[in-house]
T-cell receptor, first 114, second 112 residues
């Protein structure tokens, strides 16, 4: 069956450290993968997209990698801050019967302690 | 301001009643999506629509219905057939050819 899984339900790290979140998928062949941030009670907000031919993508303190052999994407936040505390979701496109649908992982709740 | 608007933010209904959640976007996006989120969980796809007057079932469509009569509107009806309707509902839209989806602020539905 098709699955997209984020291995850690919750991650708690010290401010200043690097947070690393994992997204694994099964029986999909995505051309790209996306990461979103969701704050409590709000809708997700797009952060980064990485394509299958890109090994790594950076945006400020964020870094995403994509390994199509391992079927895995890693999301890193360097020099983490308490304001980075949120739930992070990975997502990919899957072709439906006549249109593309966006499938999300279960999310990882990240807490950065001062 | 362009954006995607869900209303109301909070909604309470009695068991057995149908309820319709509103989703409107003025971004001129073609595709629209409805997701359900339960506490501590990810987003599960209910219905999606690529163009007006056409929509497809997602992974958990049972007990829900939608319509897409206008490009900017994609209302979701939670029917009495939905066994556990209490949840946080999110609507999203996306421009044709784009990858990034834009979300509304969500509607928290509580059925008592």
């Amino acid at each position: 069956s098709q699955k997209i899984e984020q291995n850690s339900e919750a991650l708690n790290i010290q401010e200043g450290k690097t947070a690393t979140l994992t997204c694994n998928y099964t029986n999909y062949s995505p051309a790209y993968l996306q990461w979103y941030r969701q704050d409590p009670g709000r809708g997700p907000v797009f952060l980064l997209l990485i394509r299958e031919n890109e090994k790594e993508k950076r945006k400020e303190r964020l870094k995403v990698t994509f390994d199509t052999t391992l079927k895995q994407s890693l999301f890193h936040i360097t020099a983490s801050q308490p304001a980075d505390s949120a739930t992070y979701l990975c997502a990919l496109d899957s072709l439906g019967s006549s249109a593309s649908k966006i499938i999300f992982g279960s999310g990882t709740r990240l807490s950065i302690r001062p | 301001d362009g954006g995607i608007t869900q209303s109301p933010k909070y909604l309470f209904r009695k068991e057995g009643q149908n309820v319709t959640l509103s989703c409107e976007q003025n971004l001129n996006h073609d595709a629209m999506y409805w997701y359900r989120q339960d506490p501590g969980q990810g987003l599960r796809l209910i219905y999606y629509s690529q163009i007006v007057n056409d929509f497809q079932k997602g992974d958990i469509a049972e007990g829900y219905s939608v319509s897409r009569e206008k490009k900017e509107s994609f209302p979701l009806t939670v029917t009495s057939a939905q066994k556990n309707p209490t949840a946080f509902y999110l609507c999203a839209s996306r421009r044709q050819g784009a990858k990034e989806a834009f979300f509304g602020q969500g509607t928290r539905l509580t059925v008592v």
